[in-house]
């Protein structure tokens, strides 16, 4: 019998939730087992996530100890569950404390971070915080941090009470982990002072999820540009000129999958588009691997310099190239853009711009699994956080929460 460490993993969204924020968490609690640790998931019930929540549990899930905030029938129950949370993971943190080693919490929602000061200060348990994106230091997409809404008195306020929610988190955790390293260079100009606990497990792709795909194409057109995730919220503008360029491509079409389906249809009908584009609604992973594999192209789409996402592993995972509007300097320019199966179009996204993208994009050709993408594979990136947490377990004072090599 394996000698297990026992670890307590806090995230909010997690399956049957239908979007990518309780994938990182899903993807760890599947091989944590495999490098030494026995997860306990604390979450909530899937009427919470108010109808984005898939019919069925993915079979790696149905094996998990996966512990559901019981569902309240009062108006705001959503909002009073989501405010309480961090009670409830202190809660079961102090019940079982003889038995967890490691308490894990992953964002987003962030202001259950702030359970450190309790978990690790009062209880004595080494806690890892996870930022699976940012929270206080951006101001909306593309960091329009000199919007008009930056400038505002209740702008400021917010970014105060999420920065001292941040601040007391992470003095109090044992180790904190980044999705990228530029967002980890980020937090730690802002909190120089324990950047020594600061580490970068990026997001990957899990090579099981590809073992039964069965490509499904939508449409007779000869090039099928796929786009599962945000579109418009990440890039509004470059989701209109993207379409409005298309139209010059009569061979190609768009396939759209994700909560934005109906915005993306109707945009697609006010630029007469509707012939060219097909958009779809949440479905499970397992059918958008298949309508990727389907396709003849990705698309990838970022507001932040620092976001990586997701989808551009799946895309390169089943050998599509990948088109990828995205912010001046951002991480996927800089850890792909010397793919030749990765095209990159930064801002300021203007037609032309897109028009010459989409030109060098059907140019490129699609191939079997990109190697690059080897390096990011679920397994590996568990085996890194399984260091962390093992560091984290070894090397905590129980007193302040900092790492005793500090």
């Not at 309790?118 to 929270?135: H, K, M, N, Y």
């Amino acid at each position: 019998m394996p000698n297990y460490r026992n670890i307590l993993v806090a995230s909010y969204y997690f399956p049957p939730f239908a979007g990518i924020s309780g994938m990182r968490a899903t993807k760890f609690c599947k091989y944590l087992p495999k490098n030494g640790w026995r997860p306990t998931v604390l979450t909530v019930d899937p009427r919470y996530y108010r109808g984005k929540a898939l019919s069925e549990l993915p079979q790696e899930v149905e094996r998990m100890e996966v512990r559901r905030i019981r569902f309240l029938k009062f108006p705001g129950s959503t909002l009073f569950v989501k405010l309480l949370y961090p009670l409830y993971v202190c809660y079961q943190a102090y019940r079982e404390r003889r038995r967890f080693d490691v308490v894990y919490l992953c964002g987003s929602p962030f202001h259950p971070f702030v359970s450190t000061a309790f978990i690790t200060r009062v209880l004595g348990i080494p806690s890892v915080l996870d930022f699976r994106d940012f929270w206080s230091l951006y101001d909306g997409y593309d960091s329009h941090v000199s919007s008009p809404r930056a400038r505002s008195l209740s702008f400021r306020v917010e970014r105060l009470i999420k920065q001292s929610i941040e601040w007391v988190g992470i003095r109090y955790a044992t180790k904190v982990v980044f999705a990228s390293r530029v967002l980890k260079e980020d937090y730690a100009a802002t909190f120089p002072a324990y950047q020594h606990k600061f580490q970068t497990i990026n997001n990957g792709y899990d090579p099981e999820d590809f073992a039964e795909v069965e490509p499904r194409k939508v449409t007779a057109l000869p090039k099928t540009i796929v786009l599962a995730g945000k579109f418009l919220e990440y890039t509004p503008v470059a989701a209109t000129l993207f379409l409005t360029v298309l139209r010059e491509f009569p061979e190609a079409c768009f396939l759209y999958v994700g909560a934005e389906h109906q915005e993306v249809a109707e945009l697609a009908a006010q630029l007469n588009m509707s012939s060219q584009v097909t958009s779809l609604g949440f479905m499970h992973y397992n059918r958008v691997l298949d309508l990727i594999a389907g396709a003849d192209y990705g698309l990838v789409t970022n507001g932040v310099i620092y976001g990586m996402g997701t989808k551009i592993f799946d895309y390169l995972a089943l050998g599509k190239p990948s088109l990828c509007l995205v912010p001046k300097d951002s991480i996927i320019a800089h850890e792909f853009g010397s793919n030749p199966r990765v095209t990159i179009c930064e801002t300021p996204h203007t037609e032309e711009r897109i028009r010459v993208s989409l030109r060098r994009l059907f140019d490129s050709k699609a191939s079997a699994a990109d190697a690059v993408v080897d390096g990011y594979s679920r397994a590996d990136l568990t085996r890194k956080l399984a260091q962390v947490l093992q560091s984290a377990f070894a090397d905590t004072d129980t007193e302040t929460g900092q790492c005793l090599s500090r």
